[in-house]
């Protein structure tokens, strides 16, 4: 039984850096065939899917995130972080990661409980 949670700051000023950091137990994130994503949902809208760290430590980014958007991993701790450069107000939204079982990334079967970020000054 695989476990996923999310830490980090709740609130970051805007142009400033959004890191999360998601702590997974019960599994290894580099066991073959998982994948490892990034999903928001700002207030009153829909999840948007962000981005994948695969278990060979390969990402993928959402086009409209991509310049802005890092992931990455630490395997001695079994973590995997997200980094969001330049953030605005749109940015704020429930940040949750979650674990693919494939390469199908749309496929996910866990999910940490989610934390909320907001973007203020």
């Known amino acids: 039984q695989v476990q996923l949670q999310e830490s980090g700051p709740g609130l970051v000023k805007p142009s400033q850096t959004l890191s999360l950091t998601c702590s997974v137990s019960g599994d290894s994130i580099t066991t073959s065939y998982y994948a490892w994503s990034w999903i928001r949902q700002p207030p009153g809208k829909g999840l948007e899917w962000l981005g994948v760290?695969?278990?060979?430590?390969?990402?993928d980014y959402v086009p409209s995130l991509k310049s802005r958007t890092s992931i990455s991993r630490d395997t001695s701790k079994n973590q995997f972080s997200l980094q969001l450069r330049s953030v605005t107000p749109e940015d704020t939204a429930v940040y949750y990661c979650?674990?693919?079982?494939?390469?199908?990334?749309?496929?996910?079967?866990?999910w940490g409980q989610g934390t909320q970020v907001t973007v203020s000054s």
């Open positions: 979650a674990k693919s079982p494939g390469s199908d990334y749309e496929v996910l079967d866990y």
């Open positions: 760290i695969g278990p060979g430590g390969n990402t």
